[in-house]
Every structure is written in C-alpha cells, then in structure tokens.
T-cell receptor
C-alpha cells in the first residue's frame, strides 16, 4: 500500500469544523483512501472511504484532490467525543477480496471545549 | 448485532505461560483479522482469514504465535510460551468481503 503522511497532532475548537489533511503522493490508480479513527482505549472505527470523487456520510466528508495525491477529512461540527487518533490509509480495492489494513501513526485530534 | 466480541478483555500472565485470546466476528462476515497494538510499533496486522482459511500470516512475529478459525463464528490467537515483549493490546476485526472492517474492543495482555 502507498505510504501516507499526516500531521502528528491537531487542535480544533468544539463546534468548529475539523479538517485533517493526508498526503499520499504515490497512490496508484486502483487504490482507495480510507479513514479510520481510534478513540482512547477502543478499537479503530471506520469513518469513510473514497477513490476520486468527494464523499460524505453521516460522520464526515472526504475531499480528494484532482491529482489524488492528497485528501482532507472534514468533521463538520466537532464535539469533544471526536477527540481521537485519525488514520489515513491507502489500500487497493480488490472487488470481493480483502486484505489487512496498514496503519501509520495517524493524527491525534484534540477537540478543545 | 453485538459487534465483534473479544475475550478476555484483560489478561495478566507470567512469562512462559500459554495465553489464548478469543474472538467472535460479526455474523455473516467472511473475513477475520487479528491486529496487535503497542506504543513502539503502533497497529500491526498479524494474520487474517477468509471463510475460516488463513490467507496471510506474514505478520505473525514468530512460531510462538498461532491462530485458528475452526468455524465462521470463532477464532483464537494463542501465544506459547508468552514473553514480556508480547505485552500489547490485541484487536480482532471482521468484514464482509472488502467492506469496512469492524473492530472489537481488544484484549489488553500483560506478560510479567
């Protein structure tokens, strides 16, 4: 899987939008961008994924640049419960098959009251 | 659904003892993954199964580690003999095909 680069930590005020960047300059054409987060003492939790179009679900929005070399995860109205480590992962989507996730160090997002 | 279930949640054992970690995946999921998390190495994939068959065990650190999946609703990760450096949080995850992986709460293992 392509390597990703994320800031080590970020702060965001409660109620504001949290924008988490991720660089994946060596991404291949068949690789998707996935985001997971891990709240302290819990297992990782899936957030969203995308290939090249922007995606939105009930948790977040994912903005992928046109050249696909970077992306931004947006939490529109951050709450204290969004404090967690956020992992950006690039992986091949192989149709019906699956493989394990390769986690980097992620970004520790701290929501300030 | 109750989600992925792992047991025990905490395990403290002495060096040299056998440790067995258990996982019940989400019903209907055909993939099961075992991960380990430490401060030094972060989250690492150990092994994963598809339809109860091990597909990739290249992440298993050494022969002291073994994993089985006797049926679609149960998997074990065994360490024998255990060593202090095996202390970590072990996560089990499951997915249906290549969809998102659902993680369990983890087992915190401490080897004294």
């Amino acid at each position: 899987d392509a390597k990703t680069t994320q800031p080590t930590s970020m702060d965001c005020a409660e109620g504001r939008a949290a924008n988490l960047p991720c660089n994946h300059s060596t991404i291949s054409g068949n690789e998707y961008v996935y985001w997971y987060r891990q709240i302290h003492s819990q297992g990782p939790q899936y957030i969203i994924h995308g290939l090249k179009n922007n995606e939105t679900n009930e948790m977040a929005s994912l903005i992928i640049t046109e050249d696909r070399k970077s992306s931004t995860l947006i939490l529109p109205h951050a709450t204290l419960r969004d404090t967690a480590v956020y992992y950006c992962i690039v992986r091949v989507y192989s149709g019906g098959g699956a493989d394990g996730l390769t986690f980097g160090k992620g970004t520790h997002l701290i929501i300030q009251p | 659904d109750a989600g992925v279930i792992q047991s025990p949640r905490h395990e403290v054992t002495e060096m040299g003892q056998e440790v067995t970690l258990r996982c019940k995946p989400i019903s209907g999921h055909d993939y099961l993954f075992w991960y380990r998390q430490t401060m030094m190495r972060g989250l690492e994939l150990l092994i994963y199964f598809n339809n109860n068959v091990p597909i990739d065990d290249s992440g298993m650190p050494e022969d002291r580690f073994s994993a089985k999946m006797p049926n679609a609703s149960f998997s074990t990760l065994k360490i024998q003999p255990s060593e202090p450096r095996d202390s970590a949080v072990y996560f089990c995850a499951s997915s249906f095909q290549n969809n998102e992986q659902f993680f369990g709460p983890g087992t915190r293992l401490t080897v004294l």
